[in-house]
Structures are given as C-alpha cells and as structure tokens.
C-alpha cells in the first residue's frame, strides 16, 4: 500500500511506535532509499529492535512522542492476549503500552496487564523535527495507543509538512482520555480522510493534493 501512496524510493517516514521494528523492517525493504526516524519508548522493545534492526537508514530515539517535552508516565504492558504461544510476539505483552491509563482495555483484552508503571522521556515531534533539521515528511506511522491527541499537539508545524499521516484509532475509549475518530478528524482539518480501516486510518495532506 505504501509503496503505491508515496511513489518514490527515499520517503522520509517517522515510525511512531515502532515497538521492535517489525514494520520498520518492511519499510527499509520497500524503500530503497528511505530514511526512518523511529520512536519507542518501552525498554523491552528497544532492546529487541536494536538485536532486529541494523541498517543506517533507520534511526531509533528511544522516547515517547506527546504534547510536551520532558519526562511521563508509561503504563508498560504486560501479560499475553494470545490463545496459545507465537515466537513472533515476546512472552511479556510489551505493545500496547501507553502514556494513557487502560480503561476499556482492560476488559476488551483481558489477558493484557499493565501492572507496572516507569517515567519515560517524552518529546513534542515539532522539537525533534527541529533538532534533527527535517525539511520534510513523506508519511507519520503512528501507533501510540490512545495519545493520539497529544501527538497531533505536539505537531502542528511538522503537520504542515508531511504528505501522509496513518495511525491507528479506537471509537471504545481503550485509554482513559482517549480521543475517537471523529474528534481525530476534527483536530486535522488540514487533511482529507482518505481511506478508513478496521483500527487504522490514512489521512493525506490538502495543501500537497489540491
């Protein structure tokens, strides 16, 4: 899908919640050329990323992306909601972790816990993109697990920037304070829905597309 959205070989992508790299993997085999600014904030997942992933297109920055710059608490996942054993996902449930508190989460996933809580560091995207001198954004990847908001918040300007935006959404309020898809549509006017999936949504950039 990506491949034919973007058309060309050295997108720019910020992986936001990019867990282990396992999509990261994908993008570096579509994109010849690409370059990955990749964001995590759960310990267990960088260390499996750093053991998958080595390959100088594809940077990771161990932090969570929000609304401000500092440090947040991190409701770390744990537990297994898988029926039986998958060597593709780790013994210790570690992706679905948030800076929101569970809510519907609890009862939707039942055999996911988040029993264990650390403070993370935490980064505005505006802040990063700034530093790291981005001048452009082929497509944000977001999976942040309700805080999806806060990263909208904490991007306005590099929004302005960026082709693409997917993330993924819940209408059920799987974490307290977690916004639906309408109220996400409204915080982007600037972008057109472009194509709606079971947990996920495609937004494209107006300016880019007119």
């Known amino acids: 899908m990506f491949v034919d959205l973007l058309r060309k070989v050295d997108p720019v992508?910020?992986?936001?919640?990019?867990?282990?790299?396992?999509?990261?993997?994908?993008?570096?085999q579509a994109f010849p050329r690409s370059r990955l600014f990749c964001f995590e904030p759960d310990r267990r997942a960088i260390n499996r990323f750093a053991q998958k992933i080595n390959d100088p297109r594809a940077v990771l920055h161990p932090y969570a992306i929000g609304s401000v710059d500092g440090v947040t608490r991190f409701f770390q996942s744990g537990g297994n909601p898988l029926p039986h054993p998958?060597?593709?996902?780790?013994?210790?449930?570690?992706?679905s972790g948030s800076i929101y508190p569970p809510l519907n989460h609890l009862l939707k996933v039942p055999g996911v816990t988040f029993s264990n809580q650390e403070e993370v560091?935490?980064?505005?995207?505006?802040?990063?993109?700034?530093?790291?001198?981005?001048?452009?954004?082929?497509?944000?990847?977001?999976?942040?697990?309700?805080?999806?908001?806060?990263?909208?918040?904490?991007?306005?300007?590099?929004?302005?920037?960026?082709?693409?935006?997917?993330?993924?959404y819940s209408d059920e309020e799987l974490y307290a304070g977690q916004i639906n898809l309408s109220q996400l549509r409204a915080l982007l006017p600037e972008f057109k829905l472009v194509k709606k999936f079971p947990n996920d949504v495609l937004f494209e950039n107006k300016k880019f597309f007119n």
């Open 13 to 28: 992508i910020l992986e936001i919640g990019c867990n282990d790299g396992s999509h990261t993997v994908g993008f570096l």
């Open 86 to 95: 998958d060597p593709k996902f780790p013994a210790d449930w570690d992706l």
């Open 121 to 168: 560091p935490i980064r505005r995207l505006d802040s990063v993109v700034l530093d790291l001198g981005i001048e452009r954004v082929d497509l944000i990847w977001a999976d942040v697990q309700g805080a999806e908001a806060d990263l909208i918040s904490g991007a306005r300007q590099t929004l302005k920037k960026t082709r693409f935006l997917y993330t993924e």
